[in-house]
Every structure is written in structure tokens, then in C-alpha cells.
């Protein structure tokens, strides 16, 4: 598998990454939660333009917008298609399929797309938002201070963490050594369900070894672990005021109802300089921590 | 005060019907370097474990007597605690790394032990240079090889700077370079900052130099505690599966006393004027270098597996095989020899047709069974007779335990077993590759193995086996081929190929300089022999004269 595309925190020399991960993590929540808390598809869009932009700035642009291609794009495809064969909202009737059992009468309305689409753009915005923390947000160090935080859980998750490549390689490894077998292994739904069996069957001897290393790195007697003591870097700064200024600016357009959107009965979208303006905003105060690149080497 | 201390301990795994280890005493002092030796079986890793705290509070089972890790008591303290005070590397690099950076991974013990941001950095910093792995803090865990796997493990277990480092097979699944490298940096911790080591090692060659002392295990009981050269006087007396090359080769000559390493040896034989000129270090560069010249093999016989002109190259990443021309002829035993990634196991895969090369062909006479790094990953039935035929478990000596689970087994039994599946088939092998079979095993295994392995190949189906283990490779193979970054840099008769180098070599080989192409005890000995006589013909002329 070629490293480079796949879906993980690796460091990179980029301001994002040179935060620490509680705030890279809250950074990416932040632009998550100002997609739930807007409707309006021009808000949405600049959220989009904005989890897109930050991705590449933070160097890890490819990898999301390849998962994006592989799981988001199926799923807002599915978003769409639902809410179109369920919702009865709509008065803009584009096509009657007639009468669909459980269903009842189905008729398409253009409402119902509008709103899918919506919705599905709402869910990408999450969806990448979410990756942008898996590829900027330390693991380790979210770990560390989740675990002041609750430190079974915390060894439960480092654990897991730790298991599941471990088994993946072992099923990797299981796999190969069946293709060396004479008649070449059991091959389809059978061989796999044969390496799955002996890797779950091998899953308790390892996790039992590395859980035997973490209770020699002192898990069982972890104590109450200090502060960070760490200063805050200018990134640390930056990160946190961009994250906080897109929630306020969600909030402003959410509390003053700035760029009313509504989807059923018919389509109402108010376009004004407010709204457009709202988004650029975000856009420019969610990328603006990304022109400072000093101290991003480490 | 003892860093370490077993008193009569007895130890029964849960279920197990008689004691792993038994009436175990033994007391390690701060900075002493202690090897703990024996064969399969004797109890090493339970008295490790016992001294880790591992036993009896993690595996459970049923403990007897005491054990004290600086001063706390084993069956009061769990491993974490304990591990404040000893550290431990055990085989498995895959299993012993948690986080997803090196960074991480070094800091986790201390922070889990409540130290200071501040402390925790340095501490990172300075273990991570100590240990040569500065350039690897920031690299995820997921990219590195085994061997760096392993440092990092053994960083990991050092960053809390213990009074105690307990190792079970540090090196196994290191080169010999990388291997060296690991003892000569346990040693320099262990000189520079006064901690014990307790290291369990199967290669005893590689180790006794840098030894205080050796502790020697057999049916779970200590038979043997005294200096590297104690041990070596007992073990060619009463155990001679222990006795490195060296000392074999020394016993065989009639020399005494037998030597730690190949450093005491040279000496030794320095002294007794048996190290002639051209052994004394004085070799021109022109003799290696004519040995490890490129040899390709032609022959009118049909080859039981040619590579030609291979190529691996990855997508994106790097080229991991070079034009690589191999011919094996049928009956042939070669071993590939080279550094960790150096290609040894992307050629084996080739061989057996589970990668295709970028470019260049792979062709073969019949089947090549391909036998990978841990037996294990074979096994998918709860009895051996499941796993394989009959036949093929009656040939791998295995016909009378169709009953019992793989997971049972004894290592060189598992790893037969595995062989007797991938040989199973209608169609006999033309074949048979082995990937580090000997990784774990001791001498008395490898040497089954090798036996084994000559009776296939006299049948006539070829061998062609990668490994680490010179020793292994001089005792079983008659071809050795050299790979480095994807190129083969030498093939020739094994003789030449580890009679000339320097970590390539066995033993034997690096204490005569190759002198005569010794690479195994009982050459060298012959070799040694010859120039006594000699010594002693001339000193017979000069007295005539």
C-alpha cells in the first residue's frame, strides 16, 4: 500500500500540524460544528471551499479528498437519493413514479433534491472535517491528554489503536502464507473467512503481548499525569482564535437569521453581499493561521 | 543491594502439568552484563518474565519463592511497577510499539509515570541519541523496519533510565551489523551508566565478549553460573550445544583456554605464533575483493529456478530488487545472505510467484514452496493432521503427532509441520525457499533443520534459504549469494563468500581472516592444526640445522 495516500496522522511541515493536537483537533471541530449549525448552501459551500483549502495548506490535501472520493461521495450520493424517494414535501413534482408498495406514491420533487443536496453538502463538510483531524491532530498526544481526562479509556483506546494494525498485519501475513500452500489456499469468501478465523484466533495471544508492554510502561500504576507545561505557539494561537472566530460567525448568521435558507414548500435562498460576505469571512479567517510557516519544522 | 533477586523460585504456566522453571536462585548485581543461556524450552523466558513481573501476576499459574527487582517484591509489585526498575525488550518488535510516533513511543513510560514535560523531552532526546535513533523521533511507527522496531523498543525501555534492562532475543530479527551494533550499545549503557543487563541470547558468539557473566539454563533449572569463559569450559564439557565456534573450534585444536570472542582468540593464537602473516590483519584488499566477484552459474543442466534480469520496483516508493540474475540447478543448497531490506525476502516471493516482477522473468523447473518468516501463519485447523497429508507429515518427522494442535508444537516442530504443508501438494517441489527459518532457534534445531534440509535437497530439489545466521549458513548451504540494495554483490561457493568478510563471515572465518576458507569449527581447527605441525617441522629443521 503506498503510504502517501492512505488516511493517517503523519507529521508534516505545516502550521496545522505544528499546533498541538488538542487544538488541530478543536481547529477541525470547530469548522465541523459551524457546518451543523448552517442550512445555507452558499454558507456550506464556503465551509466546503474552507476544509478543502486548509487540507491542501496542511499538506494533506490528497489524502482527503481521495477518502473523500472513495466513502464521502457514495455516501452523499445515498443522502440525496433518500431523501428524495421519502420526503413528500416538495410542490415542484419533476417526475411521478406511481405507486412503490411500502412507499406508497412516489413523486420526485425538485425540493426534495435541493434539500438532499444540502444535507449531503452539510454531511462532507463533517465528513472532511473529521479526516482533517485524523491527519492533523497528533494521535499520541490526544491520547495523552484524553488521559488526564479518563485513563481507562484512554489505555482502552491506545490499545486498540495499537491492535488493530498489529491484527491487520497478522492477516496480511496469514494471507500470504496461504497463497505458499500447494493448492494455493482456499480462494473468495472461504479463504478469507479462514484468515479471519486463525487472525481473531491469534488476537488473543496479541493483544495479551501488548498489553503486556503497556503494563511494563507503567499503564497499571499510571499516575496523575501533570499539565503539558507546554507554552502556547504562535500556531497553538493562531489555530485556536481561526477555530472559535468560524463558530461566532456560524452563531452570527444562525442567531440573525443572515441568508435564511428554506427547501420545502418551494426553494427559498436568500443571495445578499451579508451572506457572501459571512463566507468569505470564514474562508479568509480559517486560512489566514496558514501564512505564518515559521517554527513548522520540527 | 541485588538489582535482582530470585530466590528458589518455582514457576507452572495456568494448565501446564509440570513447572517451566524450578528451584531458579540467582542474583544480578547493579551493572553487571549477564547472559542467560540454554536450549529451547530450558526456562529462559519465564525467569525474564518472572524478573519483569510479567510472572505470575499477568500469565497467572502457580508461583513458588521469591523474586526481588531492586528490592521489591515480585509478588506485591505488578509489571508496572516493577518496570520503574527494570526495563524490558521482548521478541517481538511488532508488539512492543504502541504509539504512532517514535516520540511518543519513548515518552509513554514517562509520562505515565507522572514526569515533567521538561524532564520527558530530555529524557526523549537523550535516549533517542544514545541509542543512534535521533532521526527517527518523528517518523511514524507504522514506516519503520523490524530493526529500527527493535531500537526503538529498547529505547523505549531505556528512556526511564532503569537500574535493570531484561532483553529475550534482542537480536533475532536484526542483521549481523544491526546485531553487533545493539550488543556494543547495550554495553556502552551498561559501562557508561551502570545499568544490568539480563540478555537472552541463542547466538552466544555474538555476546560473551561484551559478558560479565553467563547464566546457563536446562529443564528449568540453573546448571551453569560462572564468567564467559567458565561457561565455555563447562559447556564443551557437559553441554556442547552451547559452546560458540570459536570455543568448538579451540577444543578441537587441543587449545585452552577456549576464547569469549574473536578478539581473545586472535590473541590467543597470536600468542602461540598460529596467526601467520597474511592472518594477522595484513590481507591485501585484492583477495576479498577477487572472492566476492560476481559468479553466474553456467551449466548444461535445466535449472530448478532462474531469475533473470528481475526488477522490483514500487509505485511511488522505492526499487527494492536490481536486475537480479539468479540460477539455482536442482539439489543446489544457497543462501542469500545481506542486510535487513536489502531484498532477500522480495527475491524469495519472486521465487514463489507472489509478486511479479516490474521487469525480467522468473522461471522454474516445478513448484517452489515457500516457507515465510513464522511458521505459524500456515496453521488453520486445530490438529496436525489436518493441516497436511499424510505423507508429507510422516517426511517432515511428524507422523506420530497427527493429533495434537499446531499451536502446541515446539518451534522446530511447528516450523516443520509448516514445511510438511507447503511440500503437501501432488506435485513435488522443484523448489524449496526458506525465509529466516532459524530465527529463535537454537543450535541443536538449526542443526535438525540442516539435516533435514540436505536429505530434501540430495532428492534433488533445490534449497534456497535467506538468513542472518552465518554460523547456519556455513553448516547447511554450499552456495552463498551476497545481496546489498537489491544487487547481488557476491555468489559463490560459500567457503569463499564467508570466508572474506567481515560480518558475513562466521566466526571461524573472522578469527583465521578466512585462512584456508575455514568457516566452520572443525576447518579451522584443521587449520590450526596444520600450522602447529608446522611450527613444530621447522622448529625440528632449525634444531637439525
Excluded at chain 2, 509489571?79 to 518488535?93: F, K, M, N
Excluded at chain 2, 581473545?264 to 597470536?270: F, G, I, K, M, P
Aim: aromatic fraction near 4%; proline fraction near 4%.
Amino acid at each position: 500500500m503506498n503510504g502517501a495516500t492512505r488516511i493517517g496522522y503523519v507529521r508534516r511541515p505545516s502550521p496545522l500540524h505544528a499546533a498541538r493536537a488538542t487544538v488541530a483537533a478543536t481547529y477541525g471541530c470547530a469548522l465541523a460544528v459551524a457546518a451543523l449549525m448552517t442550512q445555507n448552501p452558499i454558507l456550506l459551500g464556503g465551509l466546503l471551499a474552507t476544509v478543502l483549502a486548509a487540507s491542501f495548506a496542511a499538506g494533506v490535501g490528497r489524502e482527503i479528498t481521495r477518502a473523500a472520493r472513495v466513502a464521502a461521495l457514495p455516501m452523499v450520493v445515498l443522502t440525496v437519493l433518500v431523501n428524495v424517494l421519502v420526503s413528500r414535501e416538495g410542490l415542484t413534482v419533476f417526475a411521478r413514479l406511481g405507486d412503490w408498495g411500502v412507499l406508497g406514491q412516489v413523486n420526485l420533487t425538485v425540493e426534495a433534491v435541493v434539500y438532499g443536496l444540502v444535507l449531503a453538502l452539510r454531511l462532507l463538510v463533517v465528513t472532511l472535517s473529521c479526516l482533517l483531524v485524523v491527519c492533523a491532530a497528533d494521535p499520541d498526544e490526544l491520547l495523552f491528554s484524553f488521559r488526564r481526562i479518563s485513563p481507562h479509556s484512554a489505555l482502552t483506546a491506545a490499545l486498540t489503536t495499537r491492535l488493530i494494525p498489529v491484527l491487520g498485519a497478522d492477516a496480511r501475513r496469514l494471507a500470504e502464507a496461504q497463497r505458499c500452500r500447494p493448492d494455493g489456499g482456499a480462494r473468495g469468501a472461504r479463504g478469507r473467512l479462514a484468515v479471519m478465523r486463525a487472525t481473531v484466533a491469534g488476537a488473543l495471544d496479541r493483544s495479551l503481548d501488548v498489553a503486556a508492554v503497556l503494563e511494563m510502561r507503567g499503564y497499571g500504576a499510571a499516575r496523575a499525569a501533570r499539565g503539558s507545561g507546554r507554552e502556547l505557539s504562535r500556531h497553538d494561537v493562531a489555530f485556536a482564535v481561526a477555530g472559535a472566530a468560524v463558530v461566532l460567525i456560524a452563531l452570527y448568521a444562525s442567531v440573525t437569521g443572515a441568508g435564511s435558507f428554506t427547501a420545502y414548500p418551494l426553494v427559498h435562498l436568500e443571495v445578499s453581499w451579508e451572506v457572501i460576505s459571512l463566507a468569505g469571512a470564514m474562508l479568509v479567517v480559517s486560512l489566514l493561521p496558514f501564512l505564518d510557516r515559521r517554527g513548522v519544522q520540527r | 543491594m541485588s538489582v535482582l533477586e530470585l530466590d528458589r523460585v518455582t514457576y507452572t504456566y495456568p494448565g501446564a502439568s509440570s513447572a517451566a522453571i524450578s528451584d531458579v536462585s540467582l542474583a544480578i548485581e547493579p551493572g553487571e552484563f549477564c547472559v542467560l543461556a540454554g536450549l529451547s524450552g530450558s526456562g529462559k523466558s519465564t525467569v525474564l518474565r518472572a524478573a519483569a513481573g510479567l510472572v505470575p501476576h499477568f500469565h497467572g499459574g502457580r508461583f513458588a519463592g521469591t523474586a526481588l527487582v531492586g528490592g521489591l517484591d515480585t509478588r506485591e509489585h505488578g509489571a508496572a511497577e516493577i518496570g520503574r526498575i527494570a526495563g524490558t525488550v521482548l521478541q517481538d518488535p511488532e508488539t512492543q510499539v504502541i504509539m504512532t510516533t517514535v516520540r511518543a513511543e519513548l515518552a509513554l513510560s514517562l509520562e505515565n509515570r507522572g514526569h515533567g514535560a521538561a524532564f520527558v523531552a530530555r529524557a526523549v532526546e537523550e535516549t533517542a541519541l544514545s541509542l543512534g535513533i535521533a532521526h527517527l523521533l518523528d517518523r511514524p511507527t507504522s514506516e519503520l523496519s523490524g530493526g529500527e522496531l527493535q531500537r526503538v523498543a529498547l529505547a523505549s525501555a531505556l528512556a526511564s533510565r532503569p537500574a535493570l534492562v531484561l532483553l529475550d532475543e534482542p537480536t533475532s530479527q536484526l542483521d549481523p551489523v544491526a546485531g553487533d551494533e545493539l550488543i556494543w550499545q547495550l554495553r556502552r549503557l551498561n559501562q557508561e551508566g551502570d545499568t544490568a543487563v539480563l540478555l537472552i541470547e541463542h547466538r552466544l558468539e555474538r555476546c560473551l565478549a561484551a559478558a560479565d557473566r553467563v547464566i546457563a539454563l536446562a529443564g528449568g533449572r540453573v546448571v551453569c553460573d560462572r564468567d564467559p569463559g567458565g561457561f565455555l569450559e563447562w559447556a564443551a564439557e557437559l553441554e556442547p550445544a552451547l559452546a560458540t565456534p570459536g570455543a568448538r573450534m579451540f577444543a578441537r585444536a587441543g587449545l585452552r583456554p577456549p576464547p569469549t570472542g574473536v578478539k581473545q582468540a586472535r590473541a590467543a593464537l597470536r600468542r602461540a605464533g598460529l596467526l601467520d602473516g597474511a592472518a594477522s590483519g595484513q590481507l591485501t584488499t585484492e583477495a576479498p575483493l577477487r572472492r566476492s566477484r560476481l559468479r553466474r552459474r553456467r551449466t548444461g543442466q535445466t535449472p530448478a529456478l532462474q531469475l533473470s534480469g528481475v526488477w522490483h520496483e514500487l509505485t511511488r516508493g522505492p526499487t527494492i530488487l536490481r536486475a537480479v540474475d539468479l540460477q539455482v540447478a536442482p539439489g543446489e543448497r544457497v543462501v542469500l545472505m545481506g542486510r535487513n531490506g536489502a531484498g532477500k525476502s522480495t527475491l524469495l516471493r519472486h521465487a514463489a510467484r507472489l509478486l511479479q516482477p516490474t521487469r525480467g522473468r522468473v522461471r522454474s523447473a516445478g513448484r517452489v514452496a515457500l516457507l515465510l518468516q513464522n511458521p505459524g501463519d500456515y496453521f488453520l485447523h486445530e490438529r496436525v493432521d489436518q493441516e497436511a497429508p499424510t505423507a508429507a507429515l510422516e517426511t517432515a518427522g511428524l507422523g506420530d503427532l497427527g493429533a495434537r494442535n499446531p499451536r502446541d508444537l515446539s518451534g522446530g516442530q511447528r516450523q516443520r509441520l509448516a514445511l510438511a504443508i507447503v511440500l503437501g501438494g501432488d506435485e513435488p517441489a522443484a523448489v524449496i525457499a526458506l525465509d529466516e527459518p532459524t530465527r529463535g532457534m537454537d543450535t541443536a534445531s538449526k542443526r535438525s533443520l540442516a539435516r533435514w534440509l540436505r536429505g530434501r535437497a540430495a532428492e534433488g530439489t533445490a534449497v534456497l534459504l535467506a538468513t542472518h545466521d552465518a554460523e547456519f549458513a556455513a553448516e547447511f548451504a554450499e552456495r552463498a549469494v551476497l545481496l546489498a540494495d537489491g544487487r547481488v554483490i557476491a555468489d559463490g561457493p560459500v567457503a569463499e563468500v564467508l570466508a572474506g568478510g567481515r560480518y558475513f563471515a562466521t566466526e571461524t572465518a573472522r578469527i583465521l581472516d578466512g585462512a584456508g576458507g575455514a568457516i566452520l569449527p572443525e576447518q579451522g581447527a584443521d587449520v590450526i592444526l596444520s600450522r602447529v605441525a608446522a611450527a613444530a617441522a621447522r622448529a625440528e629443521g632449525g634444531v637439525r640445522s
